[in-house]
């Protein structure tokens, strides 16, 4: 498919929790938007039913996590307002020290639990570093976030940013260091140990394949989509040139890759600035890459930084300012 260009003119945003007033949230060109969810970082669709999560930045500290319906489009904040009360499960995270609903929400990864229950971890910053644990519940109208733990940051890493779900209770984590990062794996029993090979510039982005055997991460420093085997003797690891600052990976149902990030421009002294928001597909076995989206920075979606596959659309998310997702149509 050509790439989707936008013709970057400047809408009213007006702020709104829930909803956009009809003529502040109207298409540019052929991009759609969802209106309301507050610098929605991440997304994440719950398989099997029609609502995404977001994680929303409002500050350094604290933020929302929204879940957004693919059928009407309504937003609703589910964390902290509409929270369910914390219910520590002391067993599994027992060197965590208390609940915590203030933080800012960052990475999202999911683990399917029993019935309509999944388990909800989000990566959090503020107050402690670590990944926040919740019950996320969708038998409902609207999905229930319950506070069930926490797993504190290694020990000395700069910052976590992206988390996904392993086979045996496992998970694991970038972190996001650009002068030298690596990811880390966790485990109940066993706590955290380095992944090897995992050491470079800037990891950001981080899924898994279903039998964990592959990790794929958002190169963000080496704009490169990187593919690191997990459990194997030689280490494999490969990386594929996107051409811009990858920084969420996620899958799509037939299998791909969406890796999306910043494209920037740099001059001879070094200092860069950010012309567009692009998504590329990639192909897990060949690495090949073909380019989805390539949107131009404008107060619409000034930094988009996550693409998920929705029907037959790519939504966008985004920081610095915004307060919608944008829908790009797919392939």
Same mark, same amino acid.
């Given at each position: %498919?050509?790439?989707?260009?936008?013709?970057?003119?400047?809408?009213?945003?007006?702020?709104?929790?829930?909803?956009?007033? /009809?003529?502040?949230?109207?298409?540019?060109?052929?991009?759609?938007?969802?209106?309301? $969810?507050?610098? &929605?970082?991440?997304?994440?669709?719950?398989?099997?039913? &029609?609502?995404?999560?977001?994680?929303?930045?409002?500050?350094? @500290?604290?933020?929302?996590?929204?879940?957004?319906?693919?059928?009407?489009?309504?937003?609703?904040?589910?964390? &902290?307002?509409?929270?369910?009360?914390?219910?520590?499960?002391?067993?599994?995270?027992? !060197?965590?020290?208390?609940? =915590?609903?203030?933080?800012? &929400?960052?990475?999202?990864?999911?683990?399917?639990?029993?019935?309509?229950?999944?388990?909800?971890?989000?990566?959090?910053?503020?107050?402690?570093? /670590?990944?926040?644990?919740?019950?996320?519940?969708?038998? +409902?109208?609207?999905?229930?976030?319950?506070?069930?733990?926490?797993?504190?940051?290694?020990?000395?890493?700069?910052?976590?940013?992206?988390?996904?779900?392993?086979?045996?209770?496992?998970?694991?984590?970038?972190?996001?260091?650009?002068?030298?990062?690596?990811?880390?794996?966790?485990?109940?029993?066993?706590?955290?140990?380095?992944?090897?090979?995992?050491?470079?510039?800037?990891?950001?982005?981080?899924?898994?394949?279903?039998?964990?055997?592959?990790?794929?991460?958002? +190169?963000?420093?080496?704009?490169?989509?990187?593919?690191?085997?997990?459990?194997?003797?030689?280490?494999?690891? !490969?990386?594929? !040139?996107?051409?811009?600052?990858?920084? =969420?990976?996620?899958?799509?149902?037939?299998?791909?890759?969406? /890796?999306?990030?910043?494209?920037?421009?740099?001059?001879?002294?070094?200092?860069?600035? %950010?012309?567009?928001?692009?998504?590329?597909?990639?192909?897990?076995?060949?690495?090949?890459?073909?380019?989805?989206? !390539?949107?131009?920075?404008?107060?619409?979606? $000034?930094?988009?930084?996550?693409?998920? @596959?929705?029907?037959?659309?790519?939504?966008?998310?985004?920081?610095?300012?915004? @307060?919608?997702?944008?829908?790009?149509?797919?392939?």
């Amino acid at each position: %498919m050509p790439k989707i260009v936008g013709s970057c003119f400047l809408l009213l945003i007006l702020p709104c929790t829930h909803a956009f007033a /009809a003529e502040s949230c109207d298409p540019d060109g052929a991009v759609q938007f969802i209106c309301g $969810p507050v610098n &929605p970082e991440d997304l994440y669709q719950i398989p099997d039913t &029609p609502w995404v999560i977001a994680s929303g930045r409002i500050s350094d @500290e604290e933020g929302s996590i929204y879940a957004v319906n693919t059928l009407d489009h309504s937003v609703h904040v589910i964390f &902290p307002e509409a929270a369910l009360a914390p219910q520590h499960d002391r067993s599994t995270y027992a !060197d965590c020290p208390s609940p =915590n609903n203030r933080f800012q &929400p960052h990475g999202l990864a999911f683990r399917a639990g029993s019935d309509s229950t999944y388990i909800l971890y989000v990566i959090g910053h503020g107050d402690r570093e /670590a990944i926040e644990v919740f019950n996320l519940v969708v038998s +409902g109208n609207v999905p229930t976030m319950q506070w069930t733990g926490c797993i504190m940051a290694p020990p000395l890493t700069a910052r976590l940013n992206s988390v996904t779900a392993l086979p045996d209770a496992r998970i694991a984590a970038t972190n996001y260091d650009t002068t030298g990062g690596q990811l880390w794996e966790w485990h109940p029993a066993f706590g955290w140990s380095e992944v090897p090979g995992s050491e470079m510039r800037g990891p950001n982005g981080l899924v898994s394949s279903i039998d964990g055997q592959w990790l794929y991460i958002g +190169g963000w420093s080496d704009q490169a989509l990187v593919r690191l085997s997990r459990g194997k003797t030689p280490i494999q690891l !490969d990386s594929v !040139d996107v051409g811009f600052n990858v920084d =969420n990976v996620r899958w799509t149902d037939d299998g791909r890759l969406l /890796a999306a990030g910043q494209g920037r421009q740099c001059g001879a002294d070094g200092r860069c600035t %950010m012309v567009a928001s692009r998504v590329v597909s990639v192909n897990p076995d060949t690495l090949a890459v073909q380019q989805l989206v !390539d949107y131009p920075v404008n107060a619409l979606i $000034p930094v988009g930084t996550v693409a998920i @596959e929705v029907g037959d659309e790519i939504w966008v998310g985004g920081i610095r300012g915004t @307060e919608r997702i944008g829908r790009f149509p797919g392939q």
